[in-house]
C-alpha cells in the first residue's frame, strides 16, 4: 500500500490517490487537524497534500495482517529535484483486504508514527 501510494502521489492525479480508500475511509493529516471521513472530505485534503511539490517515496516499516485487516506503517519522505527532502515522516495505517483480493485503506493517520511520545 505504501509504495501503492507513493506512485498514485507522483502521478499527481487526485483519482489515483482516492482509489486506494474505501468510500467511508477516515484520514488525519497531523496532530492539530480533525480525521475527516468520506471520499469526498479526503480528496479536499489529499488535494492540499498534492500542492506540496517533489517526488513522494514511501517504503513498509511493517505489516501486521488477521482476518483481512492490516496494521501498516510507512516511512515516506518527499524531495526536490535537486534530492533535498522536503517533507519526511511516518504514517500509521489500516486497510482491508478487498473481495478482488486487492487492500483499501480504511484508516489513514499520515503522521500517526512521527507524534511525539505521550508522557504522563
Known sequence: MNEAFARAFNSRHIDN???LYEPDAVLRT???TPS???KPAIAAELGKLLEIPGVMVSRN???????GLALLRADYSLASPEGKTILA???AEVVRRQADGSWLYVIDHAAG?????VEG
Do not use: I, T
Open 17 to 19: 490517490l482516492l482509489s
Open 30 to 32: 497531523d496532530a492539530s
Open 36 to 38: 475527516c471521513r468520506g
Open 61 to 67: 516499516n511493517f505489516c501486521v495482517e488477521v482476518d
Open 89 to 91: 515522516g511516518s504514517s
Open 113 to 117: 508514527a512521527s507524534l511525539p511520545r
